[in-house]
Antibody, heavy 120, light 109 residues
């Protein structure tokens, strides 16, 4: 069965960076697009960007341009999301999500979420 | 890239129907058939319940249905059940990015 297993919770100081991993299993890793979505405490969902696993291309939301980087390790079936210059407003649960293939435009599987807390 | 507009909350008694609206623009909801809906229970990851405006993934009860008119998409829950109490989010592709709705809390009275 499809599984997306994310790395554990992180606590970071303002100005630091965080790197969250997402290990995929149960499907052909290079088929889909992988996205990242975050949710601040008590708030709604916010799309951050995508990573096309097969081609290595990325697309980032305007709010995160210059501050986010999405990468992959194909041999480990893992995608990564790194966010830099953290502020308290980046405190949120970060989800990796799967878009089944290019052009499907929906998210059928979600990771369990990784809580990132930014605090001095 | 503003969030799509959803009502903050809706409520209904068991067995009743409730409808959640999701209003965007011609650049997102109105211009594409790529609206999806997600259900989120407290402390859990969201779950896909509707995609391509009207389609239900396997395993999602048929009391959940989607529709769209102009720049507004809607999710209807017919025959409301206690386990339907959750937050619901719409989402639309918008060319080079995605935008989520502001979220709606459904309360089963």
């Amino acid at each position: 069965q499809v599984q997306l297993v994310q790395s554990g919770a992180e606590v970071k100081r303002p100005g630091a960076s965080v790197k969250v991993s997402c290990e995929a299993s149960g499907f052909t890793f290079t088929s889909p697009y992988m996205h990242w979505v975050r949710q601040a405490p008590g708030q709604g969902l916010e799309w951050m960007g995508f990573f096309y696993v097969a081609g290595g291309t990325t697309g980032y939301a305007q709010n995160f341009q210059g501050r986010v980087s999405m990468t992959r390790d194909t041999s480990a079936s893992t995608v990564y999301m790194e966010l830099s210059s953290l502020t308290s407003e980046d405190t949120a649960v970060y989800y990796c999500v799967r878009e089944p293939s290019g052009g499907t435009f929906y998210f059928d599987y979600w990771g369990q979420g990784t809580l990132v807390t930014v605090s001095s | 890239q503003s969030a799509l507009t959803q009502p903050r909350s809706v409520s209904g008694s068991p067995g009743q129907s409730v409808t959640i609206s999701c209003t965007g623009t011609s650049s997102d909801v109105g211009g594409r058939n790529s609206v999806s809906w997600y259900q989120q229970h407290p402390g859990k990851a969201p779950k896909l319940i509707i995609y391509d405006v009207i389609k239900r993934p396997s395993g999602v009860p048929d009391r959940f249905s989607g529709s769209k008119s102009g720049n507004t998409a809607s999710l209807t829950i017919s025959g409301l059940q206690a386990e339907d109490g959750a937050d619901y989010y719409c989402c639309s592709h918008a060319g080079t990015f995605y935008v989520f709705g502001s979220g709606t809390m459904v309360t089963v009275l």
